[in-house]
C-alpha cells in the first residue's frame, strides 16, 4: 500500500511538470498560428489602423513572454484570466463548456464499461461460435464508421425521418436529445474495449492459474468472472482510460453535429478567433484531465492484476 | 469556420423588379401563416461566435449579433429595399446648402427603461463609436462628422456639421453598428434600447431570449417572445428547423434549398443579390499593372458556369461591377462575356505567355475556393496558368489586403457609395486592388457634393464605367441569401444580410 501511495505522488509531481509543458508549448503554437487574436476579429474589415487599435485594446502589444508570465502568475492563483475577445473570464469559458461534455463522458463510461465487458465476455465463453463471429463482424464494421457519418444517418433516420427523438440538442439536453448523442459516442467505443476484454478473457481462461483451479474443483462461474475477469481487464483500463480522455477533450464533431455547446466547441471558436487566455485555459483543463484518467487507470489496473507491477 | 464567423460583413437588397422575382422563387406559404397573428416564441438558429459572441450593439460583428442588436436597438436611418438609407429614428434629416450640415429630427420614441430618446443620447452614442482610442466598426462610416461643432438644439432636434460636404450622410446614418443606446452607456450586459424587442437573458454561445416591446414607436411586434440559438453548422440548423427545434434558420446553403424546397416541411426564403463574389487583382504590381492581362482575365471567366458551379444556381450573373440593382448601379454597361480568343491575344500582347499567377483563397466565405478552382480551370488552354493556393481563413481578409497579386473576393450589400468609399479611394482603408486614381477620387468628391440626384447618379456612372473598363475587381455573380423558416412562419421578408428587412423580427409572426 505504501508503495502505491509513492507511486501516486511521484505520478503526480510528474503531472504538473506535465501540464505545464503542455501549456507552454500550446502557447507557442499559436504564437505560430498566422495572425492574432486582432486581425481575426477584425475579419473583413482588416484596416491597419482600426487592427492596431484592436490590438492595444487586447494588450497584444506587450511582449510574448511577459503576457505568457502574466497568465502563469494568474494561473498559480488559479485565475486564468480573461478572454482576449469578449472580456468574459476564462473560468466561465470552462464551466459552460464543461457542464455538457462531463454530463455526456459520465452518461457514456456508465454504459460502455458494463456492455463492452457484457459483450466481450459473452464472445470470450463462445469462442469460434456464430455469435463471437457476428459480434466480430458487426464490431470491427461498425468501429470503421466515422462519428460524424453515423450521427448523420442516425440524426437522417430517427431523428428527422422518423422523429422518435429530437434531431439535435438545442434547447438543452433533456433525457431524450441525449439518445443519439450517447449512440454515437458508445459505438466506437464498445467495439474496441469489448475485443480487448474478449482477448483478456480468452488469454485468461487457458492460463495456468485457471487450469489448475479447474483441476482443484472450483465452481466454474467462480473461476471466470473472480479469477479470470479481473486479470482480463487489466488491457481493456487503459482501453477506457484513453476513451475518457477523448471524451473529456470534447468531442468536437459529435458537439458540432447536435449542437452541444461543449468543451470541443469552445475550443475550435477559441482557436479561430486567436484567443489564447481561453485556449491556454482549455490545455490546463486537457492537461489536467489527461494526467488524472491516466493515473486513475494505472491505479486501477494496479488494483485488478497486482502481478502486473 | 467552419463557416460560422466568416460570413460577416454587410449585405443588401436588390431592386424592386427582384424582389417580385423572389417572391415568385419562393413556396407558397401554407394557410396558417398567411394572416398576422400575436403571440408565440419564435425560436431562431444562427451561426454564433462563441468566446467573441458580445451584446454591445456597437461591437456587432457576426450576424446573430446583427440581428440581435436590431431586435433591441434602432439606429436613426437603415438601408431599404434599393439599398438607400431610410429614416428609422430620424423622422427626418434636412441639410444645408453645401451639404456641411445636417439637422434631424428624432422621432418621438422610448428606451425599455421608459426614457425618452434625445438629441443628447444619439450624439452620446456617436461620441463612443468616435472615441479615438476604440476601434468601433462604424467609426470608419461615422468619422465624417465633426463632433465638436455639432450639437442638440432641442431633445428631439440634433444639428451635426461635417468635415466635408456629404450628400449620402444618410448612408453613415445606416452604417453598419451605428446604434443608438442610452446616453453614457457602459454597461451591456443587460441591453437597453428602443428596438422592437427587450432584453430578457444571455447565454453566451447558446441563447439570447428577447421578449416584446409593447410600446415600439412602430408598432407591437406580433411576437411574444424571440429566443436567438446558436447552431454553427448548417446541416444542424436545417436538422433542427426539420426537427421543429427552431421556426427560422439562417444561412442555409444552396444545396439544402434546393432539397427542401418542395417537400412542404420547411419554407424557403431567397434574396437575390444579396452577396458579390469575385476575384480582386492587385493594380500595384505585376502582373495585374499591365492593363491588357486585367482584361484578359475578365475576358476569360464563364461567369453562367460560375454561378451554376459554385452557387448551385442559386445567384444571378455580375458583370465586374458592385450594386446591381442597388441605387446609382450602371445598369447600362454591356454584360462581359467569356472570349478565350480575345484574351489568348491580349495575354501573348502583355508577354505573359506561361505565366503561373498564383490565386490566393481560403474557406473564409461560403464558396470562395470552388470558385478559384472553377476559374483556375477557364483559364486552361489561355497561356497563362492559375495556381490555387488555399490560405487560413482567419486571417484571410487581413492578408490578402497586404500580399499576393490575386485573390478570391466576397463582399455582402452596402450602398455603392460605401463600397467606393471603403474599397477603390486612394485614402481607402481596405483598397485590395490598389486602385488609386486622382481624377477617381476627385469623381467621387463631386459626386457627394451634388444634391441633385440625377447629376450624382450621372457621375456614378462615369466611375463604374471606368471601373468596368480598367478596374481590378473581377466580379462574377451575385450570391442569393437563403433562410429557411416553419411553414407557420409568416412576414418573412426576403430582404438579404443586415439591411432593414434582412432577419427582422417584429413583422414576423406564427400561425
Same mark, same amino acid.
Given at each position: ?10 505520478? =503526480? ?9 503542455? @501549456? ?12 492574432? #487574436? ?16 484592436? %490590438? ?32 468574459? &473570464? ?33 464472445? #470470450? ?20 464508421? &466515422? ?9 437522417? @433516420? ?28 458508445? #459505438? ?45 481487464? #487489466? &488491457? ?59 493515473? =486513475? ?9 497486482? %502481478?502486473?507491477? | ?54 451584446? *454591445? ?37 434636412? $441639410? ?35 472615441? $479615438? ?70 447565454? $453566451? ?94 475576358? /476569360? ?58 490565386? *490566393? ?63 477603390? /479611394? ?53 450570391? *442569393? ?31
Amino acid at each position: 500500500m505504501a508503495g502505491l501511495i509513492s507511486y501516486a505522488a511521484r505520478r =503526480l509531481a510528474l503531472g504538473v511538470g506535465q501540464v505545464l509543458a503542455v @501549456v507552454t508549448v500550446v502557447f507557442l503554437l499559436v504564437q505560430a498560428l498566422p495572425g492574432d #487574436a486582432a486581425v481575426a476579429l477584425a475579419g473583413d474589415d482588416p484596416d491597419p489602423a482600426r487592427i492596431e487599435l484592436i %490590438r492595444a485594446a487586447m494588450g497584444l502589444d506587450q511582449p510574448p513572454l511577459r503576457r505568457f508570465g502574466d497568465w502563469l502568475w494568474g494561473l498559480l492563483h488559479l485565475d486564468f484570466g480573461v478572454s482576449l475577445v469578449s472580456g468574459r &473570464p476564462v473560468a466561465d469559458f470552462l464551466a459552460t463548456g464543461l457542464a455538457p461534455t462531463a454530463l455526456l463522458a459520465a452518461l457514456t463510461l456508465v454504459l460502455l464499461v458494463p456492455l463492452s465487458i457484457l459483450v466481450g465476455v459473452a464472445a #470470450a465463453l463462445r469462442e469460434g461460435s456464430p455469435l463471437d463471429r457476428a459480434l466480430t463482424s458487426v464490431s470491427v464494421g461498425l468501429h470503421s464508421i &466515422p462519428e460524424f457519418a453515423l450521427a448523420v444517418v442516425l440524426i437522417a @433516420v430517427f431523428g428527422v425521418g422518423l422523429g422518435w427523438v429530437p434531431p439535435t440538442a438545442v434547447g438543452g439536453l433533456t433525457p431524450a436529445v441525449l439518445v443519439l448523442p450517447l449512440l454515437v459516442l458508445l #459505438a466506437r467505443p464498445i467495439c474496441s474495449i469489448s475485443r480487448l476484454v474478449r482477448a483478456g478473457m480468452i488469454e485468461a481462461l487457458s492460463s495456468d492459474y485457471v487450469r489448475h483451479a479447474r483441476r482443484l474443483g472450483i465452481d466454474v462461474r467462480r473461476i471466470r468472472f473472480a479469477h479470470a475477469l479481473p486479470n482480463a481487464l #487489466a &488491457p481493456a483500463v487503459q482501453q477506457v482510460a484513453r476513451t475518457t480522455d477523448w471524451l473529456l477533450g470534447g468531442v468536437i464533431v459529435v458537439e458540432a453535429v447536435f449542437v452541444i455547446p461543449g468543451l470541443g466547441t469552445v475550443l475550435v471558436d477559441a482557436v479561430a478567433s486567436r484567443d489564447l487566455p481561453v485556449v491556454q485555459g482549455l490545455a490546463v483543463v486537457f492537461a489536467v484531465t489527461t494526467v488524472a484518467v491516466n493515473l =486513475l487507470a494505472d491505479l486501477a489496473a494496479f488494483r485488478l492484476a497486482p %502481478r502486473s507491477r | 469556420m467552419n463557416t460560422q464567423h466568416s460570413r460577416r460583413g454587410f449585405l443588401g437588397l436588390a431592386g424592386l423588379s427582384v424582389v417580385t422575382l423572389a417572391a415568385c422563387s419562393t413556396s407558397p406559404a401554407a394557410p396558417a401563416a398567411a394572416t398576422p397573428k400575436s403571440g408565440g416564441r419564435l425560436r431562431a438558429a444562427f451561426a454564433g461566435g462563441g468566446a467573441k459572441e458580445v451584446l *454591445d450593439p456597437h461591437l456587432a460583428n457576426l450576424f446573430n449579433e446583427a440581428a440581435r442588436a436590431k431586435a433591441v436597438y434602432d439606429k436613426l436611418a437603415d438601408l431599404g429595399a434599393d439599398v438607400a438609407a431610410q429614416p428609422r429614428l430620424a423622422e427626418k434629416w434636412e $441639410p444645408n446648402a453645401d451639404l456641411t450640415r445636417w439637422r434631424i429630427t428624432l422621432r418621438q420614441a422610448v428606451f425599455h427603461d421608459g426614457k425618452p430618446v434625445r438629441a443628447q443620447d444619439v450624439l452620446s452614442s456617436y461620441a463612443r463609436i468616435l472615441d $479615438p482610442g476604440k476601434a468601433f466598426r462604424a467609426k470608419a462610416s461615422l468619422s465624417l462628422i465633426d463632433l465638436a461643432n455639432s450639437r442638440a438644439v432641442d431633445d428631439r432636434t440634433v444639428e451635426f456639421a461635417l468635415k466635408r460636404p456629404y450628400v449620402e450622410f444618410p448612408n453613415a446614418l445606416a452604417a453598419f453598428g451605428a446604434y443608438i443606446v442610452p446616453e453614457d452607456t457602459q454597461d451591456f450586459t443587460r441591453p437597453v434600447g428602443s428596438g422592437p424587442f427587450r432584453f430578457v437573458s444571455f447565454e $453566451p454561445g447558446k441563447s439570447v431570449l428577447l421578449k416584446k416591446n409593447s410600446d415600439y414607436w412602430e408598432g407591437a411586434p406580433y411576437l411574444d417572445e424571440l429566443e436567438f440559438i446558436i447552431a454553427n453548422e448548417e446541416s444542424a440548423r436545417t436538422n433542427a428547423l426539420l426537427g421543429g427545434q427552431v421556426e427560422y434558420a439562417h444561412d442555409l446553403t444552396p444545396t439544402t434549398a434546393r432539397s427542401h424546397a418542395s417537400g412542404g416541411k420547411v419554407t424557403i426564403h431567397r434574396s437575390p443579390n444579396s452577396a458579390v463574389q469575385g476575384f480582386a487583382m492587385k493594380l500595384d504590381r505585376a502582373p495585374f499593372d499591365n492593363r491588357d492581362l486585367r482584361e484578359a482575365l475578365f475576358l /476569360l471567366a464563364d461567369r453562367p458556369q460560375l454561378v451554376e458551379s459554385t452557387l448551385a444556381g442559386s445567384g444571378q450573373v455580375a458583370n465586374d461591377l458592385f450594386g446591381k440593382g442597388y441605387q446609382f448601379y450602371a445598369g447600362d454597361i454591356p454584360q462581359r462575356e467569356r472570349d478565350l480568343d480575345k484574351a489568348k491575344a491580349l495575354i501573348k500582347k502583355a508577354g505573359a505567355e506561361g505565366l503561373t499567377i498564383k490565386l *490566393d483563397t481560403s474557406t473564409a466565405a461560403a464558396g470562395m475556393v470552388e470558385a478559384a478552382t472553377i476559374f483556375a480551370d477557364q483559364a486552361k488552354g489561355s497561356g497563362l496558368t492559375i495556381e490555387v493556393v488555399t490560405g487560413n481563413k482567419d486571417t484571410y481578409w487581413a492578408d490578402t489586403l497586404k500580399n499576393g497579386s490575386l485573390s478570391s473576393f466576397r463582399s455582402g450589400a452596402m450602398p455603392i457609395e460605401s463600397h467606393i468609399a471603403q474599397r477603390l /479611394l486612394t485614402t481607402s482603408t481596405t483598397n485590395t486592388t490598389k486602385w488609386t486614381r486622382p481624377e477617381f477620387d476627385a469623381l467621387y468628391q463631386k459626386a457627394v457634393s451634388t444634391s441633385d440626384t440625377q447629376a450624382r447618379a450621372a457621375v456614378y456612372g462615369e466611375m463604374q464605367r471606368s471601373l468596368h473598363a480598367d478596374g481590378g475587381y473581377l466580379l462574377w455573380g451575385f450570391a *442569393d441569401w437563403i433562410v429557411g423558416t416553419s411553414p407557420k412562419v409568416g412576414g418573412v421578408a426576403t430582404a438579404p444580410a443586415n439591411t432593414l428587412d434582412w432577419a427582422r423580427f417584429d413583422k414576423v409572426w406564427l400561425g
